[in-house]
């Protein structure tokens, strides 16, 4: 299954307890250590950056990621691009994939969130969608959450196209994502250690019990 760490540089630095000028570094000792594990997707969401720092923070991850991480950013188009990164992931209420394919170059990978069965139907053409809020979540309270119902029928109007779950999700919601039939989770909160040093080895350990989570769940179906 596929496993997508959602970056946070505040909310990690802040539950390390860092002040700003390291939440960079600790992102970048996160992504490295999800890559080194192996993780498949990071999307960098750091929404509060102007697109020349923005730029530079994601070449510093695809330089630090193993072949097998594809960093893709959340939104920016014209910084994947300029960045040289392997995609991007589009809101809901963004431009349709099928634009961006127009622009893009031959394996750009194109990502998209949806947050219900009418969302699915214009992102097709889309590589994989990422649904929520499965759960709830400290940041996401006040929604409708998605639940293993409202994912399995995402997964079913998908028909094959890959959609992960995210929101408030963790190695105890493996059964929730075997029986939805999602190819995978993505997730922020998961992927952030809850005081202390030693992120790049949490993250590690992190994504190693993920994936044994749901391999070993594979082959009890």
């Not at 009418?118 to 709830?136: E, H, M, N």
């Amino acid at each position: 299954m596929i496993l997508c760490l959602v970056t946070d540089r505040r909310r990690l630095g802040e539950a390390l307890g860092l002040p700003p000028e390291r939440w960079a570094e600790a992102l970048r000792q996160q992504v490295e250590g999800a890559a080194s594990a192996g993780i498949d997707y990071v999307q960098v969401r750091e929404p509060d950056l102007e697109a020349g720092d923005l730029v530079e923070l994601v070449r510093s991850l695809i330089q630090i990621s193993s072949a097998r991480t594809r960093i893709l950013v959340n939104d920016r188009i014209d910084v994947a691009l300029a960045a040289g990164a392997s995609g991007v992931h589009l809101k809901e209420q963004s431009i349709l994939p099928a634009e961006v394919r127009r622009i893009a170059p031959p394996g750009f990978v194109i990502g998209c969130s949806v947050h219900g069965v009418s969302g699915v139907s214009a992102r097709k053409s889309a590589d994989l969608l990422i649904a929520g809020t499965v759960l709830p979540t400290a940041s996401k309270r006040a929604v409708d959450y998605l639940d293993e119902d409202g994912l399995r029928r995402i997964v079913d109007a998908a028909a094959g196209q890959p959609v992960l779950g995210i929101g408030g999700l963790d190695v105890r919601s493996i059964p929730l994502l075997r029986a939805s039939g999602a190819a995978g989770m993505a997730a922020v909160g998961t992927f952030i250690p809850s005081g202390g040093d030693g992120v790049s080895e949490f993250v590690q350990k992190r994504v190693t019990a993920l994936r044994f989570a749901l391999e070993t769940s594979a082959r009890r179906t």
